[in-house]
């Protein structure tokens, strides 16, 4: 006999759902977008295609995230203060720089730089650059070069020329999967996304990908419940994640849902099966919507620093990882991982996580992230 169906896991309809915006909540009603005519009659749809005002809807709502994060700067600052902490004694000694002091003050800004995790690569790029301004004679003072600092750390974060904000589709549901080793902060930046998500009138659902351990649908449920989402979560124990994810996004494609957020269970990326699993997620989703996962966002803990490089590189090379989400910030001196990450994976990085709270997963956003580290 099968187990009764967890009470928020909703069967599919039988009869025709309600349309899928109320007026007080519709993205399409904040966003001024035209009604959803593909919406008339979606139990006869065998797919979603967005008219052209919901094709901008994704793509304003991308940007929208973003540029909320430049109104957030005290936000990023106060997640960011370990490492700004750590970056402090860079702003003392160019405070007393002078022209004869340039080699030790050198090799000291590279110290501090490689101990914020800013990489070797990197830091021999940014001071060595430094060093052929300063006996140029194109940089004179101490703020100058701070300055000048600031600008090759920016450069280096925009040159590649890498989309930060969420890329979602032209269809509905747009779905994005949340991916990573163990405890690396999965399932709160998803509850942290559902909220940004929510907040700008999206109809959200999570889908409760994580099966392998018996918890982690109740942690999902509890950010359900805070973030007021729809959830979907396994009907019986020992559930496929992959089975999951696919009802979930088939129940989104019948109910008019805008984007939906899968969890997944945390795997080390030389788990070879595990992470076959993820492939086998990744192609059940495509299934039922061709061309999702809209976004595939790999969560790397900021306190393990330059060890989340290898991890990102086999996470990309099995499922193609389109951005990342780099939390914990708020605990780690190690802030300058962020630069590294971009410049050694040409992968975007697109949220921060600064904290434990709904409201502490933050849109990546170069010239805030610099001006938080050297204020
Ligand atoms: N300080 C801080 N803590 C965070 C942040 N993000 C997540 N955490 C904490 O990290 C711990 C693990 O977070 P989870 O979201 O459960 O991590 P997960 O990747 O889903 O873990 P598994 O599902 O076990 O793989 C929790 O205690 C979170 O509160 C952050 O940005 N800052
Ligand atoms: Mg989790």
């Given at each position: 006999?099968?187990?009764?169906?967890?009470?928020?896991?909703?069967?599919?309809?039988?009869?025709?759902?309600?349309?899928?915006?109320?007026?007080?909540?519709?993205?399409?009603?904040?966003l001024h977008?035209?009604?959803?005519?593909?919406?008339?009659?979606?139990?006869?749809?065998?797919?979603?295609?967005?008219?052209?005002?919901?094709?901008?809807?994704?793509?304003?709502?991308?940007?929208?995230?973003?540029?909320?994060?430049?109104?957030?700067?005290?936000?990023?600052?106060?997640?960011?203060?370990?490492?700004?902490?750590?970056?402090?004694?860079?702003?003392?000694?160019?405070?007393?720089?002078?022209?004869?002091?340039?080699?030790?003050?050198?090799?000291?800004?590279?110290?501090?730089?490689?101990?914020?995790?800013?990489?070797?690569?990197?830091?021999?790029?940014?001071?060595?650059?430094?060093?052929?301004?300063?006996?140029?004679?194109?940089?004179?003072?101490?703020?100058?070069?701070?300055?000048?600092?600031?600008?090759?750390?920016?450069?280096?974060?925009?040159?590649?020329?890498?989309?930060?904000?969420?890329?979602?589709?032209?269809?509905?549901?747009a779905v994005?999967?949340?991916?990573?080793?163990?405890?690396?902060?999965?399932?709160?930046?998803?509850?942290?996304?559902?909220?940004?998500?929510?907040?700008?009138?999206?109809?959200?659902?999570?889908?409760?990908?994580?099966?392998?351990?018996?918890?982690?649908?109740?942690?999902?449920?509890?950010?359900?419940?805070?973030?007021?989402?729809?959830?979907?979560?396994?009907?019986?124990?020992?559930?496929?994640?992959?089975?999951?994810?696919?009802?979930?996004?088939?129940?989104?494609?019948?109910?008019?849902?805008?984007?939906?957020?899968?969890?997944?269970?945390?795997?080390?990326?030389?788990?070879?099966?595990l992470m076959?699993?993820?492939?086998?997620?990744?192609?059940?989703?495509?299934?039922?919507?061709?061309?999702?996962?809209?976004?595939?966002?790999?969560?790397?803990?900021?306190?393990?620093?330059?060890?989340?490089?290898?991890?990102?590189?086999?996470?990309?090379?099995?499922?193609?990882?389109?951005?990342?989400?780099?939390?914990?910030?708020?605990?780690?001196?190690?802030?300058?991982?962020?630069?590294?990450?971009?410049?050694?994976?040409?992968?975007?990085?697109?949220?921060?996580?600064?904290?434990?709270?709904?409201?502490?997963?933050?849109?990546?956003?170069?010239?805030?992230?610099?001006?938080?580290?050297?204020?």
């Amino acid at each position: 006999m099968s187990a009764p169906l967890p009470s928020r896991l909703l069967p599919l309809p039988s009869k025709p759902p309600p349309p899928p915006h109320s007026p007080a909540t519709s993205a399409a009603t904040l966003l001024h977008f035209p009604p959803d005519r593909s919406y008339a009659a979606p139990w006869r749809l065998s797919r979603f295609k967005c008219s052209a005002g919901e094709t901008g809807f994704f793509t304003k709502l991308g940007r929208l995230i973003k540029e909320k994060a430049k109104s957030d700067v005290e936000k990023i600052f106060s997640g960011f203060s370990k490492t700004r902490d750590n970056l402090a004694v860079i702003d003392e000694l160019l405070l007393y720089w002078n022209l004869s002091d340039t080699d030790r003050v050198l090799d000291e800004l590279e110290e501090a730089l490689l101990v914020a995790d800013f990489g070797p690569r990197i830091t021999i790029k940014i001071v060595e650059s430094l060093r052929d301004d300063i006996y140029a004679g194109k940089l004179k003072t101490g703020s100058e070069i701070k300055d000048a600092l600031k600008k090759s750390i920016l450069n280096l974060l925009t040159a590649k020329g890498l989309k930060t904000e969420l890329q979602l589709g032209f269809r509905k549901p747009a779905v994005i999967m949340v991916v990573g080793v163990n405890g690396g902060g999965k399932t709160t930046s998803l509850g942290k996304l559902a909220n940004r998500l929510k907040k700008e009138g999206t109809k959200v659902l999570l889908a409760a990908g994580d099966t392998f351990r018996a918890a982690a649908s109740d942690q999902l449920e509890i950010w359900a419940e805070r973030t007021d989402c729809e959830i979907v979560v396994a009907e019986k124990e020992n559930a496929k994640a992959s089975s999951v994810l696919s009802q979930a996004v088939k129940r989104a494609k019948e109910e008019g849902f805008d984007v939906v957020l899968c969890d997944t269970s945390g795997r080390l990326h030389t788990n070879y099966s595990l992470m076959e699993e993820l492939i086998a997620c990744k192609k059940a989703i495509g299934k039922v919507v061709k061309g999702t996962p809209n976004e595939i966002l790999q969560v790397l803990d900021g306190t393990t620093g330059l060890n989340m490089l290898p991890q990102a590189r086999e996470f990309n090379e099995v499922v193609g990882v389109t951005g990342l989400i780099l939390t914990k910030l708020d605990g780690s001196a190690r802030g300058g991982c962020v630069v590294s990450v971009v410049d050694e994976l040409g992968i975007p990085v697109k949220f921060v996580g600064v904290g434990e709270g709904v409201e502490d997963l933050q849109p990546f956003d170069a010239e805030a992230f610099v001006n938080a580290i050297f204020p």
